[in-house]
């Protein structure tokens, strides 16, 4: 499929798609025109970007991360270095981190929503 398809079936922009492909977290191959053509996959590929960029992980530790995870066609993935393993528990409890601030944050804002209202 090409660029424009991809950027449409996944929500994400054409220059992200690119910038993704310059940090070797997708891969493309090219027409005799010199047209970037997507496979399949790359939807999900894509997807997973998105998720793992939701999570707070930058591109540089996503690309170490995209080789030690399944494809979506199940392929065999690499098995995670001790590093990477210790960067995405650091990853895992700086958001479990946060959780426990935003929750403490909503029990102060019922507090005072319970004293606004009387």
Excluded: F, N
Excluded at 19 to 27: D, I, P, S, T, V
Excluded at 40 to 49: M, Y
Excluded at 61 to 86: F, N, Q, S, Y
């Amino acid at each position: 499929m090409k660029i424009g398809e991809l950027s449409r079936r996944t929500a994400v922009s054409v220059r992200s798609i690119r910038y993704y492909e310059q940090k070797c977290l997708l891969a493309s191959d090219r027409t005799p025109g010199g047209h970037r053509e997507y496979p399949e996959a790359a939807v999900d590929r894509v997807i997973l970007v998105q998720q793992l960029l939701a999570a707070g992980l930058t591109t540089d530790k996503i690309a170490r991360v995209l080789p030690c995870m399944r494809d979506h066609d199940g392929g065999p993935a690499e098995t995670a270095t001790p590093w990477l393993l210790e960067q995405l528990t650091a990853e895992r409890t700086r958001i479990d981190r946060s959780i426990d601030d935003l929750r403490h944050t909503r029990e102060i804002l019922d507090e005072v929503i319970a004293t606004a209202a009387g």
